[in-house]
């Protein structure tokens, strides 16, 4: 069994033959001639990491002196140590889940609590991983079924794997259907937004992607000068949700400011960032910091905050690029692959803005 140190003392870690990690830690016993010892701690598939094996060490180490048995702590930790990652293998094995599912967890939810001990995930915890798929620019939808799927991954455990908790996502609110979001920007509107922003470099390079090509918040952020062709005024977007890609087009206004903007960039660097800092993916957060309170001020002055009818946010910049298509007649299913929208359906609640909504075709049928 080949041991690999890691960069823990006195953590090891071997591979199994499916590619999962058994962590152990050793130490020498003052209570057994200095005797070294090997303690197993758990599997990576268990929830375990090796910082759990290294405190599990420190605490032995310093209660050996009173001559406790390590094999007794080891045993307790592991078998109290069950973490949200360990109840979704669990579930996503059980059920056979599809990869949508499994994928909107690890983009989702591991990232903020997969590690952590499920006894001590919180309602708090919960609305935090909801939350913080709304800051993606991602549907009231979206942060529900995330929602759902966490609920549902615990309850799979506790109706056929004994396991007593009281799930944390009981009482966290669901966000309101936001399919009846209808605001999106006019023309006056766009016009002030792209004032107000035009000396703010990064914020304006936001907006002028969000109106040109109807991406998501996160996939703007992702757009690296490598996915930019000026000569044919195009740029390969990425579809987070469905891992896509496909072709979204710049107007000569945004084509201008790129001429000046990419020359300064690698290949790999990211275009939509704060001068400077165009090595490293920009964290939506800092988007939000800046463009929410301009949207408030400009077009929410007055509006509750739960009225998704009318606020406008940032996905308001997503709804207002497919609108205006479809005010000027593109048809649907050129906007659904604009959109990049999975389903016809998602793109069908603009066809009722489009000019010729077939009256009079029909005025006219049998004359």
Not at 216 to 237: F, G, P, S
Not at 335 to 357: E, F, G
Request: glycine share 4%; charged share 30%; aromatic share 8%.
């Amino acid at each position: 069994m080949a041991m690999i140190k890691t960069k823990k003392t006195g953590v090891y870690y071997n591979e199994t033959e499916d590619k999962d990690k058994v962590y152990y830690f050793t130490y020498n016993d003052i209570n057994d001639n200095k005797k070294k010892k090997w303690i197993k701690v758990g599997k990576y598939s268990e929830g375990i990491r090796e910082i759990n094996a290294f405190n599990l060490r420190n605490e032995q180490i310093s209660k050996m002196k009173h001559g406790k048995d390590i094999t007794v702590i080891s045993t307790k930790k592991k078998k109290d140590y069950i973490t949200l990652d360990t109840l979704a293998n669990r579930y996503f094995e059980d059920r056979k889940s599809s990869n949508e599912r499994k994928q909107k967890y690890s983009n989702h939810i591991q990232p903020l609590i997969g590690n952590k001990q499920i006894e001590n995930v919180t309602k708090a915890d919960i609305k935090k991983v909801v939350d913080s798929v709304i800051d993606l620019g991602r549907s009231n939808g979206t942060a529900n079924s995330v929602l759902s799927l966490i609920s549902t991954i615990i309850n799979h455990s506790i109706k056929h794997h004994d396991l007593k908790v009281v799930n944390p996502c009981m009482g966290v609110s669901k966000h309101k259907d936001d399919n009846k979001r209808e605001r999106f920007l006019t023309i006056e509107d766009i016009k002030k937004l792209k004032d107000e922003v035009r000396e703010n470099f990064f914020v304006n390079l936001f907006v002028e992607f969000a109106l040109c090509t109807g991406g998501r918040l996160e996939t703007i952020l992702h757009i690296q000068k490598k996915d930019i062709d000026l000569a044919n005024q195009t740029v390969n977007l990425g579809n987070l949700k469905t891992k896509r890609r496909y072709t979204g087009f710049l107007q000569d206004e945004l084509v201008e400011i790129l001429r000046d903007h990419l020359p300064t960039l690698k290949a790999n660097d990211y275009v939509v960032t704060q001068k400077g800092l165009q090595e490293k993916k920009v964290d939506h957060k800092q988007i939000h910091r800046r463009l929410k309170p301009i949207l408030d001020r400009l077009f929410n002055n007055g509006l509750k905050d739960d009225d998704i009818t009318n606020r406008a946010v940032i996905h308001t910049l997503r709804h207002t690029f497919a609108s205006h298509l479809a005010i000027n007649g593109t048809p649907i299913f050129t906007i659904q692959k604009l959109m990049d929208h999975s389903d016809i359906k998602q793109t069908l609640r603009y066809a009722k803005l489009a000019p010729d909504s077939g009256k009079n075709n029909v005025q006219g049928l049998y004359r």
